[in-house]
């Protein structure tokens, strides 16, 4: 018997002397834990175990094709790759008790491409390759998890969420049901001609709240609705046996069957509609309403910023947040995803402060003077949350200094009088004065341009931490002209600009993932902040920073960190494999972090982005840490990219 066989020998009887204490150890671990146990039994009888030194090689690309299935029983393996920046080489990942490597390579019959090293004396369990072939075809959650990896566990923590909503909430519903699925009715539909008389008791009939106008190929050309209706009837003079044509709301706005219901509940709450037309090839399939989507939903989205938008006083603008945060508790609970509830969060935060803004007007005057209510941030790039305070500024036109400051002069004890009504409506102060109650931002729109550019120019560490609030930048009321242009010359402005990118790029690596090479996390050692980790600035930051970089340097107007993120998939500045890892980590890392602020609202506790990491389950606590490498990751390609 050669040495190599002797090992394996050896190590195939310390597995069988122990296979109760190896079972009980795997099914903590996913997919370990949702595997039939004769299922796992195969695989333990079938492991052999073994230790590797600190240091120790484990496999590497010139090993070949990989033989083994690995999963670590004890001690931490680390990944390495060469750098082709600077000399040796850079830690890509780490794999802790529990976990598994290299699935991708092994299904893809292939060498790895990553060297694993243990990173400390450890012991591995190896599962041979056809016995991996045959529990790959006998288990299917085994099967599930080799194939999608941590996607499948990400759904996982969705399944878990959803089960909890089932306890408080009834019957699931999800935001992703497809309209094909929900209009199940036929439309009802009529021709341009027929009189509006007719139009209304077919719709009394049939007791709906609108009726689509289509032509002979039923392409729809209008729509009329009960709104549409109590119009007709205020007007005294109306003729109830003109064709429904002349009062008809034309061009309806419509998605097609493969749309989901957040999509058409977006639409209802940014177009103040309240049906939706289904159509396919320009063909009418049917009409979603409000009425559809909430009755199964249980959340009034259009509703709740209808009222918002009608409010009569701040006071009731006040009150409705607590109506903000049972949607978002509701929409939690129904396995939404964290881009569909921060847009809804700030679709709704919008209303707010166009209604505050409106109010404000009606008491204080209008001032006559066309402005331009600019957000910057997490605001600007429609990613709010719960917790927020204001980074708000005003956009107006003028001539020449002398208007400018006239102009400034007239409108800031407006702005200042906003200020305080959006912090009364639970929009915190912005305790460095980044609003537009500040003078500093209330500008012409050449002031702004003259600012944007010495950012650009004079790249101070001040102007470097302007640059990563005020480039997310939107316009939520007024004229939005004045904003479009600001952001075309700011893409102009860093394009032709590399020593200002390569600034932004070594600033984007100032906030380190909290992940180290010893432990699981980096936290905190003392203070009030001890054991925790900061998941906005430490965790979501690297993503919103790398992903702005890139954007603002390829001539990318989108702000939104996940829709830059798409976009330089598209250009192949991003891998497309990169970028989807990217996108999952930065929703698991924002959705942990919403959770959190919903418990701390639920225990009235103040909103506090740190997280003691200990206060989680293993499985969130592996995809948290994975989430962070992503971070890591995207951070060593712009060191790569920018040579830092």
């Known amino acids: 018997m050669n040495k190599a066989d002797a090992f394996a020998q050896a190590g195939k009887q310390a597995v069988m002397q122990n296979i109760h204490g190896t079972m009980e150890f795997l099914q903590k671990y996913p997919p370990f834990n949702q595997m039939e146990s004769a299922h796992l039994a195969f695989l333990v009888e079938h492991c052999l175990l073994r230790f590797y030194a600190a240091g120790e090689s484990i496999i590497k690309p010139q090993d070949g094709p990989v033989e083994h299935f690995y999963i670590v029983k004890q001690g931490r393996v680390v990944g390495e790759r060469p750098h082709s920046a600077r000399r040796g080489t850079e830690t890509t990942f780490e794999i802790a008790s529990g976990e598994c490597f290299p699935l991708a390579a092994l299904l893809g019959e292939r060498a790895t491409r990553t060297e694993h090293l243990a990173g400390e004396d450890t012991f591995c369990l190896l599962l041979g390759k056809a016995a991996f072939i045959k529990l790959f075809a006998l288990s299917n959650p085994f099967r599930d998890f080799a194939l999608r990896g941590v996607s499948s566990l990400l759904d996982q923590v969705n399944q878990q969420v959803q089960l909890r909503a089932v306890e408080t909430l009834g019957a699931q519903y999800s935001l992703d049901s497809r309209l094909g699925e929900l209009a199940v009715r036929q439309p009802i539909s009529c021709l341009p001609q027929l009189p509006l008389r007719d139009a209304v008791r077919l719709m009394h009939e049939q007791q709906v709240g609108s009726i689509v106008i289509v032509d002979a190929r039923q392409r729809p050309q209008g729509i009329f609705t009960l709104r549409d209706l109590r119009r007709v009837i205020a007007d005294a003079s109306a003729d109830l046996a003109q064709p429904i044509a002349e009062v008809m709301t034309q061009a309806p706005f419509h998605l097609p069957p493969e749309a989901s219901a957040f999509d058409a509940a977006l639409a209802m709450t940014e177009r103040h509609i309240a049906h939706v037309c289904v159509v396919q090839d320009e063909r009418l399939l049917g009409v979603v309403s409000e009425r559809d989507l909430f009755s199964l939903q249980r959340v009034d989205l259009v509703h709740l910023a209808r009222t918002i938008r009608h409010a009569g006083r701040v006071e009731t603008l006040a009150a409705l947040r607590g109506e903000i945060q049972r949607l978002v508790d509701n929409m939690l609970a129904h396995g939404a995803s964290s881009t569909q509830i921060t847009r809804i969060i700030t679709l709704l935060n919008d209303h707010t402060v166009c209604r505050v803004i409106e109010l404000t007007l009606e008491e204080m005057g209008d001032p006559g003077i066309p402005f331009t209510w600019l957000c910057f941030g997490s605001e600007g790039r429609c990613e709010q949350t719960l917790h927020t305070d204001q980074d708000n500024g005003i956009l107006f036109e003028a001539t020449g200094a002398a208007e400018a400051a006239a102009i400034r002069g007239r409108l800031l004890p407006l702005a ?223 060191a790569l990219r920018y040579q830092l």
């Open 416 to 638: 200042e009088r906003i200020n305080q009504s959006l912090a009364q409506c639970g929009f915190e102060l912005c305790k460095g004065g980044i609003m537009a109650g500040n003078p500093q931002l209330c500008l012409s729109r050449t002031e702004w341009s003259r600012r944007f550019a010495g950012f650009v120019r004079e790249a101070t560490p001040e102007n470097l931490l302007g640059s990563s609030i005020y480039f997310d930048l939107r316009a939520v009321w007024g004229p939005t002209e004045g904003c479009e242009a600001l952001q075309r010359e700011l893409l102009v402005l860093v394009a032709d600009n590399s020593i200002f990118q390569r600034m932004l790029a070594d600033n984007a690596l100032r906030q380190r993932p909290p992940v180290g090479r010893f432990r699981d996390f980096v936290v905190a050692r003392k203070g009030a902040e001890k054991d925790t980790l900061d998941l906005k600035v430490q965790g979501l930051t690297p993503f919103v920073d790398g992903a702005r970089l890139l954007a603002l340097a390829h001539g990318i107007s989108a702000c939104n960190t996940l829709e830059r993120l798409r976009q330089l998939v598209e250009r192949d500045v991003v891998d497309a494999q990169d970028g989807a890892a990217y996108e999952e980590a930065y929703h698991f890392i924002q959705l942990t972090r919403m959770q959190q602020h919903q418990h701390q609202a639920r225990q009235g506790l103040p909103y506090s982005n740190r997280l003691d990491p200990d206060s989680l389950n293993h499985l969130d606590r592996r995809i948290l840490r994975e989430s962070f490498r992503q971070a890591q990751r995207l951070q060593s390609s712009l």
